[in-house]
């Protein structure tokens, strides 16, 4: 009987770690949306992005909202960053990534005279792209995700969203080989019976894909196959960012020869992240400490049994 109990114990505790989630304070997350705040206020960054993804950089208020002291945690050195692991994330996707990083990081140190490094980790996204990277940063892997996601009412009640998005992207879809009898002039002409459309599971393309393309077949899958399965005829298309697909067809030359793009709606924002378990100062690292402690609990009552 006391083996059963201490059992259950075990698979309760084991659970409550497992399932835990890092929290940060007000303080902190001040901290970051004020830094993005800063960049994307910073006139060289605006004209890089610009050049770089030919959209100007949403506007943002000057309104610096630093906190008036330090809520970096004591001892703290380096800033994880996270974005989605891919085969295909080159320039000017990584460079992107990493000046975000690096710029954060920056301005926090200027603030209040730090010294934190970043350190940049890609995320494996197999369980999608958004619940993916969500997972990073609840659970501390990750303190910023500095990926291109984009905002929606859904996403913004999981993650807290920086206050103002550093650059938005068109949307674009990738005609592939497959029955290129077929007419497809625009996007909406995807919304056919017989259509195989592929997106990136986990996005909000896939989620406009679902709610627009109902009349066809929609396949979500990785950020690469997305790509390979038009090259292959596997899907007459795959929508997603322009910048995506003009990086692959730049780095896959001969691989689809008849794929064409197009682009269409207006540009969408994106932003960094962070995990909205957010709580006051002083109860984030109580609330830590206790997660910890339940990990301790369930390791020695494993060891006991």
Known sequence: MKSIFLTVLLLVLSFSFVHSQVYVTEKYTSAVD????????????QAMMLNLTYTPVPVCGDD????????????????NMCYQEAEYITYPWGYIYEYVGNGIVKNINKQYGLALTAKFFSINTT????????AAVDSGKCDVVVADVTPSTER???????????????DAYLRGPLASNL???RHTDLNRTGIIVAVYQGTTHEEYARANFQAATILAVSYDDAFLYVANSKAHAMIGNLLDVNAWLSN?????????????????PFGSFTTAYIISSGSALTMNWLMIGLSFIATMIAFLL
């Open 156 to 170: 913004t009640t999981k993650v807290h969203f920086q206050g103002c998005q550093y650059g938005a992207v068109s």
């Open 252 to 268: 896959n030359p001969g691989v689809c020869k008849s794929c064409s793009v197009k682009t269409y709606g207006a540009p969408s």
């Open 127 to 134: 369980d999608g792209f958004f619940e993916s990277l969500k």
């Open 34 to 45: 004020a830094a993005i705040k800063t960049l994307v206020n910073d006139v060289d960054f």
């Open 64 to 79: 610096y909202a630093y906190p008036s002291t330090n809520p970096i945690a004591s001892g703290k050195t380096v800033w």
């Open 183 to 185: 007419t497809i002039n």
